[in-house]
T-cell receptor, first 117, second 115 residues
Framework: EPEVTQTPSHQVTQMGQEVILRCVPI?????FYWYRQILGQKVEFLVS????????KSEIFDDQFSVERPDGSNFTLKIRSTKLEDSAMYFC???????????????FGEGSWLTVV | AQKVTQAQTEISVVEKEDVTLDCVYE???????LFWYKQPPSGELVFLIR??????QNEISGRYSWNFQKSTSSFNFTITASQVVDSAVYFC????????????FGQGTRLTINP
């Protein structure tokens, strides 16, 4: 079964450093997303991406964050200057446009744990 | 504003017991999707079910069943004859029918099945 893959699974970085989290969405999906989950808390929407541009973003997704689809398969989240409060699990996800059984269902990757020290 | 409430923070039962996880939602949208996801100890989010707001039929999949009641804005999840492998955090989420999906998650219910 197709799946969303993410790298790295875990990254430790120093405060102020730049981090890039990478994702390969499911191949026929057209919408891409990043969500995050601070330890012990609920999952929160960060950003959605469609047709090579951001379609929606949350208040969390400030100027320190950016997303990019550098080629036909990868989707990345960059945090420009990490803060302690950026420590969280970051989930990449994707969905189709189909109105069929799987339409608009988000499938998540296994997550990337980011620890900022 | 949209909101999902999972009032049960933690549930602990003995294996083979039935258990129901509650989910109540708020939305002004007339059509929407409801989802359940499972987060096992390994951390990934596993899709379990999607329910359309205009389809109130209950659904059963093996030991899992879902009860959607639009009148009470609830979408409850029951595991019958629970097993240790069912131990996980379960999230209920509210989403859109069309366009880029923006899920609103509940706080999650940590389910522990004891042998």
């Amino acid at each position: 079964e197709p799946e969303v893959t993410q790298t790295p699974s875990h990254q430790v970085t120093q405060m102020g450093q730049e981090v890039i989290l990478r994702c390969v969405p499911i191949s026929n999906h057209l919408y891409f997303y990043w969500y995050r989950q601070i330890l012990g808390q609920k999952v929160e929407f960060l950003v959605s991406f469609y047709n090579n541009e951001i379609s929606e973003k949350s208040e969390i997704f400030d100027d320190q964050f950016s997303v990019e689809r550098p080629d036909g398969s990868n989707f990345t989240l960059k945090i420009r200057s990490t803060k302690l409060e950026d420590s969280a699990m970051y989930f990449c996800a994707s969905s189709t446009r189909d109105r069929g059984n799987s339409g608009n269902t988000i499938y998540f990757g296994e997550g990337s744990w980011l620890t900022v020290v | 504003a949209q909101k999902v409430t999972q009032a049960q923070t933690e549930i602990s039962v003995v294996e083979k017991e039935d258990v129901t996880l509650d989910c109540v939602y708020e939305t002004r949208d007339t059509t929407y999707y409801l989802f359940w996801y499972k987060q096992p100890p390994s951390g990934e989010l596993v899709f379990l079910i999607r329910r359309n707001s205009f389809d109130e039929q209950n659904e059963i999949s093996g030991r899992y069943s879902w009860n959607f009641q639009k009148s009470t804005s609830s979408f409850n999840f029951t595991i019958t004859a629970s097993q240790v492998v069912d131990s996980a955090v379960y999230f209920c989420a509210l989403g859109r029918i069309q366009g880029a999906q923006k899920l609103v998650f509940g706080q999650g219910t940590r389910l522990t099945i004891n042998p």
